[in-house]
């Protein structure tokens, strides 16, 4: 068998490899076996536990998407349905705008005054009031008053303007 430096050797070169061998059975000792048995167990179980949890990442990744889409859709449905309430009011406030203004026109009030027996004015029944040449006011006042009594002679001078 020829030695090959492992820097610069290659396996290409080395003709031992390609001479027919006798097979050679060896025994594998029964706790060997057993270990090859435990691990390749311990090896499969951690491989469905891998399985099981990436399916259950993949479900929960899938089932988060679907929660999602179903909200958004419910909130699109809910502006849907606000954007046709806000519709029927703004056509219910045009419709109640325009009979207001049909009531309140300048010839409904007329058709309602004369149906209450009211009529216009005629020039006649104005009556102008002319006050003499000038206003002038006097003031006597013989001694000096409180506070409290100017506060009540004011008061009572309100009053009898009012009243006469």
């Known amino acids: 068998m020829a030695v090959m430096n492992p820097r610069t050797g290659s396996e290409a ?3 031992d490899l ?3 061998r006798k097979p050679t059975l060896e025994e594998v000792p029964v706790a060997k076996k ?6 390749s167990r311990i090896q499969g ?3 469905v536990g891998a399985v099981l949890s990436v399916s259950a990442v993949f479900i929960l990744i899938i089932s988060a998407i679907l929660y999602t889409r179903v909200q958004i859709n419910e909130v699109s449905n809910q502006a849907a349905a606000q954007a046709e309430q806000l519709k029927a009011v703004q056509s219910e406030t045009v419709q109640l705008t325009n009979d207001l203004a049909s009531k309140t026109s300048a010839k409904e009030v007329d058709d309602y005054a004369a149906a209450q027996g009211m009529h216009k004015v005629d020039s006649g029944q104005i009556r102008y009031i002319s006050i003499g040449s000038g ?20 008061l009572t001078d309100f009053f009898n303007g009012l009243f006469s």
Do not use: H, I, P
């Open 13 to 15: 070169y080395d003709f």
């Open 18 to 20: 390609f001479e027919e």
């Open 34 to 39: 057993k270990a090859v048995k435990r691990s």
């Open 45 to 47: 179980r951690l491989r």
């Open 135 to 154: 206003d002038s006011v006097q003031v006597l006042q013989d001694k000096k008053t409180g506070l409290l009594e100017q506060l009540a002679s004011a």
